[in-house]
């Protein structure tokens, strides 16, 4: 960062129409920090008043550049992480002001123009994407796609699985020639869609490319940047077998779900409160053997050969038959008490395991896994929950009956074991049975063609349920195996995807979306459909740079109490979250103002059984689907013949589309949007690449 010898003047440089101002006023101590961060968000404020956008980049990146290149970095860290997330939400759209000897930030206002909202948001998340593409890993893996190499007798790269949009243009009008609207089934000689799963070691038969590589490759077109994700994930890539070289239509990915959406949560029954209510209404006996499963099932899942030992703990076999009150407090201080042991020895080799492959781990791993301090803990305060709803519901009859359940439904101690209990529920099925449609999109020439829809529908495929199924069937639930001492197998049955739009208003590719499931070979009468299930709040971490977080990470590990957020598997959900959020609240400033990035998400939801609320609450032992499962790739094709009776062939009676798809061309130099355009590269195709997304929403 750059130093000046002058003063640092308290000028106003935004407009007082602005009136959402908050203080920032980072904690930073020394006064010589204090006027380092002064100068550098003076810097920043001359930026924020840039109206065009580009120029404000260009302006922030540089500010970043210098900052990230001083020596000795590490002894001021606190000053470059305010730095960092400053600059983070300047060029983001945050204006900054400096007034009072202080620092003044305001959020940017939304639009009621839909257009110029989805303008707003898609150039906030250029800043990101771009820094990633402009770096020289990067840059180095697209000059390798797009380098020509000899397979099979020809020369290929990534663009031999782009498709030449005249081509594809030419054909397409010829269907369409003389007819109000072309027969389905023609159509599909042109565009013939596929499904490939991504397996790590597989490549593709016509480039000999790594199908991981093409994947990430056309990833790196989407609209924000591309970060890996913990968890069960499944790429897919869809292509398109009317061409020779079977070029790729869309690609997408599934990822383990997000424990909490309060909107999905609401609509799939989840939510603790709604769920009782609803038993207001009327408890079965079905509901009360439910209920006793889930403790009797819970204590069984629970190692506790430590615990009961009597130079250790309380806790004997007849304390579990008939728990008591005394301890029931004893398990919560236990818990407590672990861990506060595992934030003070979580940077200890032992606490840092690695989880990625479990799959050779014996039982003795899985108890030695089980007695480290953070699973201790959550053993000792499943135990505590599970023991308490035991004791509980005891006293609301015993034997428990339906009618004696209901009449406790208004005891606020039974309230709240059955809230835990659900949320056990919920816990037991979040990352098995249902997943994140993280990644959903089509490639252009085929984005014009409502590609994004069919990638989207076919991803109801029960090719996708029992592609799942065969990946995961005999994966170890890390969690479970944790807290049970022993390998812990839970059956991957997909019931449920979710999903949220790029942007915060419809259209986008999910609107409308339902297949008949008479048209695949299921029941007449019913559909897969795609529901609007409500809108995100706009809180996250998307406008934070990577550099940002780890700056935060660093910051907290360095200061009085040591790192709280550690990145071990079983610590908590979202460590990027959880990282930048104790970050910001460590330098004094307003966490939960400086999350809400301003950008909220419409949540979609496609159940894929009848009994999907049923088996996620385990209510019910097996789903019951509504496309067969029989012939996976048959249902397959037969998606695709309704996506394009439904959406293909009205699409082709537009007049602009071909026009639009042929504009795609091959031909060098290369100008086709399917192409990764590097930000600073000297090419016209960047303003070709914003366009292609325009008017349909093609990212999760």
């Known amino acids: 960062m750059e130093q000046h010898d002058r003063d640092v003047p308290p000028v106003e440089t935004v407009s007082d129409q602005i009136t959402n101002w908050t203080s920032y006023t980072p904690a930073l101590g020394a006064a010589s920090d204090s006027l380092t961060f002064l100068r550098f968000a003076n810097d920043l404020a001359d930026a924020s008043v840039l109206t065009s956008l580009s120029d404000r980049v260009t302006s922030v990146e540089s500010l970043r550049h210098t900052l990230l290149q001083r020596e000795n970095a590490t002894a001021q860290t606190g000053v470059r992480c305010a730095c ?42 250029h800043v990101e994407r771009n820094r990633q593409l402009d770096t020289p890993s990067v840059r180095s893996f697209v000059a390798r796609m797009e380098r020509r190499r000899f397979h099979k007798g020809r020369w290929v790269s990534i663009f031999s699985l782009m498709r030449e949009g005249a081509d594809l243009a030419e054909q397409l009008a010829k269907a369409t020639k003389g007819v109000p609207e072309p027969l389905p089934a023609q159509l599909l000689h042109i565009v013939t869609p596929y499904l490939e799963i991504v397996r790590p070691d597989d490549t593709c038969e016509f480039t000999g490319l790594a199908l991981t590589d093409i994947w990430r490759y056309f990833r790196h077109t989407w609209a924000t940047a591309y970060r890996s994700v913990p968890g069960r994930s499944l790429m897919i890539l ?5 061409h020779p070289t079977h070029p790729v239509v869309g690609i997408a990915a599934l990822a383990s779900s997000a424990v909490q959406i309060s909107v999905r949560d609401e609509w799939l029954g989840w939510a603790p409160e709604s769920y009782i209510d609803s038993l207001s209404s009327g ?68 606490h840092k395991r690695a989880v990625a492959d479990v799959s050779a781990w014996d039982e003795e791993t899985w108890s030695e896994q089980a007695e480290t ?12 929950m599970l023991l308490r709803a035991r004791l509980t519901l005891r006293r609301a009859g015993t034997p428990l009956r339906a009618e004696r359940l209901q009449d406790a439904l208004h005891d606020p101690a039974v309230r709240n074991v059955l809230k ?29 063609l409502l590609g994004g829809k069919l990638v989207a529908m076919l991803l109801t495929s029960p090719e996708l349920v029992l592609a799942y199924r065969d990946r995961y069937e005999n994966s170890h639930s890390v969690i479970a195996s944790s807290l049970a001492g022993r390998a812990i197998v839970r059956a991957p049955h997909l019931v449920f995807l979710g999903t949220t739009s790029l942007y915060g208003a419809e259209p986008t590719q999910y609107t409308r979306l339902s297949i008949p499931c008479g048209s695949i070979g299921g029941r007449l009468g019913e559909s897969l459909r795609y529901a609007l299930l409500g809108r995100t709040e706009g809180y996250g971490t998307l406008q934070f740079s990577s550099e940002t ?38 330098l004094g400033l307003p966490a939960e103002k400086l999350l809400l990035h301003g950008s909220p998400r419409l949540v979609y939801g496609v159940a894929l059984a009848r009994n999907f609320r049923e088996y996620l609450l385990g209510l ?14 048959e249902t397959t094709k037969r998606i695709a013949l309704w996506w394009a009776q439904r959406w293909l062939a009205p699409r082709l009676t537009k007049p602009h589309v071909l026009q639009s798809v042929a504009a795609h061309r091959m031909a060098y130099p290369v100008r086709h949007g399917a192409r990764v355009v590097l930000p600073s590269a000297e090419d016209s195709q960047a303003a070709l690449f914003d366009d292609v997304f325009r008017g349909e929403d093609s990212s999760s």
């Open 420 to 448: 835990a209990l659900v949320r056990r529920a919920k816990s037991e099925r979040v990352g098995i049975a249902m997943a994140d449609i993280s990644v959903c999109g089509a490639i252009p020439p085929y984005t014009h």
């Open 373 to 384: 301090p953070l699973f201790r803990s959550k053993r000792a305060e499943t135990l505590a």
């Open 549 to 586: 977080a780890d700056c935060l990470g660093t910051y907290l590990s360095q200061t009085e109490g040591g790192q709280r957020v550690h990145s071990i598997f079983g610590e908590g959900v979202s460590p990027r979250l959880r990282k930048i959020r104790d970050g910001l609240a460590r």
């Open 620 to 633: 019910q032992s097996e789903p019951d689907y509504f496309a067969p499962l029989p012939d996976p790739k």
């Open 238 to 242: 869809v292509r398109d077998a009317a």
């Open 283 to 350: 408890v079965s006996d079905r509901h009360v053997e439910w209920l006793l499963r889930l403790i009797s099932d819970g204590l069984g899942e629970i190692y506790q050969d430590d615990f009961l030992d009597s130079t250790i703990s309380p806790l004997t076999r007849k304390g579990i038959a008939a728990p008591t009150e005394p301890l029931i407090k004893w398990l919560d201080g236990y818990a407590e008490t672990q861990r506060h042991d595992h934030q003070r020895l979580a940077d200890g080799e032992g």
């Open 84 to 125: 960092l997330v400053l600059a983070d939400l300047v060029a983001q759209g945050w204006a900054c002001r400096l007034r009072h000897g202080g620092v003044e930030i305001a959020s940017p206002s939304t639009s009621s123009d839909a257009g110029t909202e989805r303008d707003r948001v898609r150039a906030q998340l």
